[in-house]
């Protein structure tokens, strides 16, 4: 109950948005579209990678952004 909220309140910098399509919402698009950030998807799955593996977007000095999605039960069907 209240996942994406409770870990929004312990994670600094970070930015809750709601809602059920994000294609036309301005802030989700501001952050992608933004070359100093580098955008990732927390989803587990065969081709999934350990972002720890991956420093050399530290080494590039962007922002490493990652969005985790949180769906209720209905839309979870």
Do not use: M
């Not at 501001?30 to 081709?47: A, F, H, S, T």
């Not at 490493?64 to 069907?77: E, M, P, Y």
Request: proline share 3%; charged share 20%; hydrophobic share 35%.
């Amino acid at each position: 109950i209240g996942t994406a909220r409770l870990t929004h309140l312990c994670l600094k910098k970070s930015k809750l948005i709601c809602g059920s399509s994000f294609d036309q919402e301005q802030s989700v698009t501001q952050i992608l579209n933004d070359p100093q950030n580098e955008c990732v998807v927390l989803y587990p799955g065969l081709n999934s990678v350990n972002i720890e593996d991956h420093r050399e977007v530290y080494a590039q000095k962007k922002n490493l952004v990652v969005f985790v999605i949180d769906g209720t039960w209905s839309h979870a069907k």
